[in-house]
């Protein structure tokens, strides 16, 4: 597991990670990755809220408004956050977590 350090763009509205040599958005990609396994936030590794609530739409147990605010607090995280854990070993890049 590697630990991918946020870079800040201007006035703090977008955050990025060096992903296989290519800065990417860390809410339009790393939030949908199959790599993405959390996101450190001082010294606590916190999930991605994502993760258990598409466990329970699959499985028909959860609204997706529920998915929604799991994006949004994902989105909170990132914001109080400083890095990302990554577990891409491999250097393949973006793998689409909601893939069927």
Do not use: W
Request: net charge negative; glycine share 8%; with cysteine.
């Amino acid at each position: 597991m590697k630990m991918l350090p946020f870079k800040r763009g201007e006035n703090n509205d977008r955050t990025y990670v060096d992903c296989s040599g290519t800065d990417v958005s860390v809410h339009s990609q790393c939030a949908y990755c199959a790599h993405c396994q959390g996101v450190m936030v001082g010294r606590r590794k916190m999930r991605p809220p994502q993760r258990d609530i598409i466990e329970n739409v699959r499985r028909g147990g959860a609204q997706d408004e529920e998915l929604l605010t799991a994006a949004m607090m994902f989105n909170t995280l990132i914001r109080d956050g400083d890095s990302l854990l990554c577990d891409d070993e491999k250097g393949e890049g973006f793998a689409h977590y909601y893939k069927l």
